[in-house]
C-alpha cells in the first residue's frame, strides 16, 4: 500500500475492541462516517455508535485526497446548469457553501487542528473554449448571489504565478474555498464524535434481524439497530445494486520537499479539474491529476502507482513552477474515489435490509457535500 502526506508518520487513534451491540453502526471512517458520528453525537447523545473501517480512519479517499474544500460539484456551474437546469444547480451548490461553512464551524468548536487555509481557488483554463465555460459559470454564480466570485484574466495569471502560464486564458476564483490537513481533520470529527472507532474491520454482508441488523465482518459480528453504510468507492461490494452507479477511479498524487518560500497562495484546478495543486503550509508543492494520460488503468480499488501518471504529474509540475525543478518528491500515493455518471452522490435504502441507508459516489468531491449529507443521514437514523 501506498502512504499518502497526510497519513505519512502519523498513528490513528487506537482501534477498540468490537462491540457486541450499538444503536447505530457505521461503515466507513471516511470524511462522511465520520460527520454521521460527530452529528449522532449532538443530535442523539445517547446513541451508543461505532464506526467499523477496512483498514483505518481517513484511509480511503478521504486521506488519499489533494485536501481541498470547494464549492461545487466537479463541472462547471454553466455546464451543471445546461445539464440538470438552473434551480437544481443553484441549490447544489448552496448545499456545497453550507457544507463549507458548517464543517469549518465544527473545526473551531471541536478544535480541531486540521491547518484550515482560507487561501481561496482558482480554476485555471487551459483552453478558450474551457476559458468561455468559466466566464459564462462566474456571470451565472453572480446573478445567483454568490458574491465572492470572480474571473482572473491570463495577465493576472502571469502576474501571480510567471509566465509559465503564458498559455492559460485566465481562471475562475472563488474566495471562500480553502485547504486542509485531510487525515487530521477526519481524525478530529471522529475524535469529537465520541463512538467507537473499530479497525480493521473488513465488512463481509449484512443480515436483517427483527430490531436491526447483523453485521458480519471478519473482525467479527455485532448487533446494530440501524446501520449508515460510508463506504464510498467499496460502496458496490456492500450494495450490489450499486455496481452500475458506483465506480471506482484511482488518482495519483506526489509532494514534493519544501521549496523554502511561497509562490502559490490558492488551491488551484486546472483544465476541468483533471489537473490540481497547491502549496502546502510549509511550502511543499503537492501536484495531483494527470488521469487522462493512462485513464483504463486508472479503474479500480487499488492504491498502486502509476508510473505514466506519476512522470506526467512532475512533467505538469515542472512546467508550470520551474522552481520545483531538482526538489525531492518525498511523498506519492493513489487512492481510489467513487465517481458517479453525472457527478452526484448516490443516497438510498439497502435493498433487503430495511434498516441500513447507504451514501457515497462524490466524483472526487467529498470534502465539498459529505459533511452537510452526514447531518442528514444521522437524523435519518436517529428519529
Known amino acids: 500500500m501506498t502512504d499518502s502526506f497526510w497519513q505519512f508518520e502519523r498513528t490513528a487513534t487506537p482501534s477498540v475492541a468490537l462491540p457486541e451491540a450499538v444503536d447505530v453502526a457505521i461503515i466507513g471512517a471516511g470524511i462522511l462516517g465520520a460527520s454521521v458520528a460527530y452529528h449522532l453525537r449532538r443530535q442523539a447523545p445517547s446513541v451508543r455508535v461505532a464506526v467499523l473501517d477496512r483498514t483505518g480512519p481517513a484511509a480511503g479517499a478521504s486521506g488519499r485526497n ?50 484550515w487555509t482560507a487561501c481561496g481557488r482558482l480554476g485555471i483554463a487551459e483552453s478558450e473554449a474551457e476559458w468561455a465555460t468559466i466566464q459564462q459559470s ?16 491570463g495577465r493576472y495569471l502571469r502576474r501571480q504565478l510567471g509566465s509559465a502560464f503564458d498559455d492559460a486564458p485566465g481562471a475562475l476564483w472563488v474566495g471562500g474555498d480553502a485547504g486542509v490537513h485531510s487525515g487530521d481533520l477526519v481524525r478530529g470529527l471522529l475524535a469529537s464524535s465520541g463512538a467507537a472507532v473499530v479497525y480493521p474491520a ?24 440501524r446501520v449508515v453504510i460510508a ?18 477511479v484511482r488518482g495519483q498524487v506526489l509532494v514534493t520537499a519544501p521549496l523554502g518560500y511561497r509562490v502559490l497562495d490558492p488551491v488551484v484546478y486546472a483544465d476541468g ?21 493512462d485513464e483504463p488503468g486508472e479503474i479500480g480499488l487499488g492504491d498502486q502507482l502509476n508510473p505514466t501518471v506519476q512522470a506526467g504529474l512532475e512533467t505538469y509540475l515542472h512546467r508550470r513552477f520551474p522552481q520545483t525543478v531538482g526538489l525531492a518528491v518525498t511523498h506519492r500515493w493513489s487512492g481510489p474515489m467513487a465517481f458517479t455518471s453525472d457527478g452526484l452522490p448516490r443516497v438510498g435504502q439497502v435493498p433487503d435490509v430495511p434498516g441500513a441507508i447507504y451514501a457515497g459516489g462524490f466524483t472526487g468531491h467529498g470534502f465539498g457535500f459529505a459533511f452537510r449529507l452526514g447531518r442528514d443521514l444521522a437524523e435519518s437514523v436517529a428519529t
Open 66 to 115: 489533494a485536501g481541498f474544500i470547494l464549492l461545487g460539484t466537479a463541472d462547471h456551474y454553466a455546464e451543471d446548469v445546461a445539464r440538470m437546469g438552473r434551480e437544481a444547480a443553484l441549490a447544489l451548490w448552496r448545499r456545497s457553501d453550507e457544507n463549507r461553512v458548517e464543517l469549518l464551524q465544527a473545526v473551531q468548536s471541536a478544535g480541531i487542528a486540521c491547518a
Open 138 to 153: 462566474a456571470e451565472l454564480l453572480r446573478a445567483d448571489g454568490f458574491a465572492d466570485v470572480d474571473v482572473r484574466d
Open 202 to 225: 473488513e465488512i463481509e454482508r449484512l443480515e436483517p434481524v427483527a430490531g436491526g441488523v447483523i453485521v458480519r465482518s471478519k473482525r467479527g459480528n455485532l448487533r446494530a439497530g
Open 231 to 248: 463506504a464510498n468507492a467499496w460502496l458496490p461490494g456492500l450494495v450490489p445494486t450499486l455496481t452500475d452507479e458506483v465506480r471506482p
Open 273 to 293: 479539474g483533471y489537473q490540481y495543486f497547491r502549496q502546502l503550509p510549509d511550502t511543499r508543492f503537492l501536484m495531483g491529476g494527470c488521469r487522462l494520460l
